[in-house]
């Protein structure tokens, strides 16, 4: 604790000589993520949403920070096919990763509306379906934890300064976000090969790869996950709004009202159209390779296995509740084809989705749990 007070003063002297400006790290071919006017990017606040970031008092009963299922050494996710609340309750679908956050246009694997990451820190405070961090009807015990805490008092009105009761849960989703924008991921091996001026920083196999995942052909993996951050649909500082995709990949094809297992409808839980039934969030491929169980549900366990079932244009279940073949899913997205592919292909293909993870991202201190 007596860290973060040390900390908490040191900015404070800063601020006292100067202003608190906040200073992008980026790499060339990565633009400035978009802020926004009523929560402007702070050293001091992205310092007190770390804080708070990795702060057990968050949950109901001190068991849990957000930390919890944004794990920094597997990307910020955590490693399981379904998340866990801080109650014991498993939810229906894996926690998402949060590096380079700041770049999506749309955030959560199916909820269409929700683009603010100030709005989408609620839903694991306060949600109740499923319960994560279980503070619903808590808010003012949750402010009162907060204010007991000697480095938040420091924090705190440094980072809101113009107001002058900062403790809110307004500020507190502020500064959570303020801290997720800066985890920014761009020194991959791929990074450093192409931006970096390190030719032989990756091997052969990777720009094979790398020809393989570009090639312009129908089910190309570019198509769904492009530009800069290998995702879907990004936003960034200058650029205008564009349209957010979601995709039904032919993950499953069961027989019944739907052909993808309940909960797990994708964007139809909230537009009812059935051609919406199984359209997910393409993330982004950055770190790929830490974040295995993979799809929404994490029912793909490998990434050899990811790319088996696009390269079949659908998974095919044999049997089970689950049986039917993907392929065959009227609903499937029309960028899915199957995909010729050689054996070599497949590995080169493996090596590229390798060389997109970013080891330092795993240990950098700024990210780090500041407790």
Request: net charge neutral; charged share 20%.
């Amino acid at each position: 604790m007596r860290t973060g007070v040390l900390i908490a003063c040191a900015l404070g002297a800063a601020l006292a000589s100067g202003p608190d400006v906040y200073r992008w790290d980026l790499p060339r071919g990565f633009p400035t993520p978009e802020v926004p006017a009523a929560n402007p990017m702070s050293a001091v606040k992205v310092r007190l949403g770390r804080f708070l970031f990795y702060d057990k008092r968050l949950s109901v009963n001190g068991t849990q920070s957000c930390a919890t299922c944004h794990k920094q050494e597997l990307a910020f996710t955590d490693g399981r096919a379904f998340g866990l609340g801080a109650t014991g309750q498993s939810h229906s679908r894996s926690a998402m990763s949060l590096v380079n956050v700041a770049y999506s246009a749309v955030l959560t694997w199916s909820n269409p509306n929700l683009r603010s990451l100030e709005e989408q820190a609620l839903t694991p405070m306060f949600g109740e379906h499923p319960v994560e961090l279980g503070m619903h009807g808590r808010e003012s015990e949750l402010l009162a934890r907060l204010r007991q805490t000697p480095v938040y008092g420091e924090l705190f009105p440094l980072a809101f300064p113009a107001v002058r009761d900062p403790f809110t849960i307004a500020n507190i989703t502020k500064a959570l976000a303020a801290f997720e924008r800066s985890i920014i991921s761009a020194r991959s091996p791929y990074d450093r090969y192409h931006t970096g001026g390190e030719p032989a920083a990756v091997s052969d196999a990777v720009k094979r790869g790398e020809a393989v995942f570009f090639t312009d052909y129908e089910g190309s993996c570019f198509r769904c996950h492009g530009g800069f951050n290998f995702s879907g649909a990004t936003r960034y500082r200058g650029r205008g709004p564009l349209p957010v995709e979601f995709h039904n990949t032919g993950l499953y094809n069961i027989a019944g009202p739907y052909s993808y297992p309940q909960p797990n409808l994708g964007i139809f839980e909230y537009t009812r159209r059935a051609e919406d039934v199984g359209r997910f969030k393409a993330p982004s491929l950055r770190n790929i390779a830490l974040t295995a169980p993979y799809m929404h549900d994490g029912s793909i366990a490998t990434l050899e296995d990811v790319v088996e079932h696009y390269a079949a244009g659908g998974r095919t279940i044999e049997s089970g509740p689950y049986a039917g073949r993907g392929s065959a899913n009227p609903h499937r997205d029309s960028r899915m084809a199957a995909i010729v592919m050689t054996e070599q292909n497949k590995r080169d293909l493996l090596a590229f989705l390798r060389s997109l993870t970013d080891e330092a991202l795993t240990h950098d201190e700024r990210f780090a749990d500041p407790w």
